[in-house]
């Protein structure tokens, strides 16, 4: 059965998210050279005129993906590293759980070695998206810079890292240990590093620079 451009806007509103859903998941894994409206069409049963019909041309739905994309990760980002009055340990648990998710997402048999991060889909296709994929990068590592250092600065006003704690160092050993996760489950074929490599970087940086509060139970 297919879907039609003639529908009520109810129904138009959910097929336009249905297609932006399936292009997204399409994108991760494929890349932008690597999926078409013919391939969304045959996905969720509908016509490339149907999808043309909301999206006109693959550029103006790649631009909606790619905000989409940026947006989200932002989001997630504030969510995991700003919201709330967690310790930075939980804060470490909270990242690792929604990394595990996707992955887990786009790498659903064992070794599979599926790109799995959208951003990181977005830097491989720099060439292909030019500025509107730049600038969505630069957002969500200004949002990064800027939460993570929050972050950091909370556990030591809270006592969980001490005063003399390096902000910056500390947020650039962060920020490049969550940079280098999507690269290597790819090459390992699981998330078991990316696991380890969370659980020594909290081991290092809280005994390196350990606080006096015990507000996490440790």
Known sequence: MTETASTGSGENASTRDRIKAIAAELYVLRGHDGFS???IASVIGTTRANIHHHFGNKR???????????????????????????PL??????????????YDKFNPAPEDRNVWSPLSRLRHDLTALGEIAVSALEKVNRTYDRALDHAVRAAITDGELSHDAPVEAIVRLLRSTLLS????TQDAGSFVEVERLFAALEDTVLRAWAGGSTRDGR
């Open 181 to 184: 996760c999507p690269p290597m």
């Open 37 to 39: 409206f013919g391939d």
């Open 89 to 102: 340990r939980q804060r470490l648990s909270l990242q690792l759980d929604d990394l595990r998710r996707f």
């Open 60 to 86: 103006q739905l790649m631009d909606e993906l790619v905000a989409d994309i940026s947006a989200d990760a932002q989001s997630r980002i504030e969510r995991h590293w700003i919201s709330g009055r967690h």
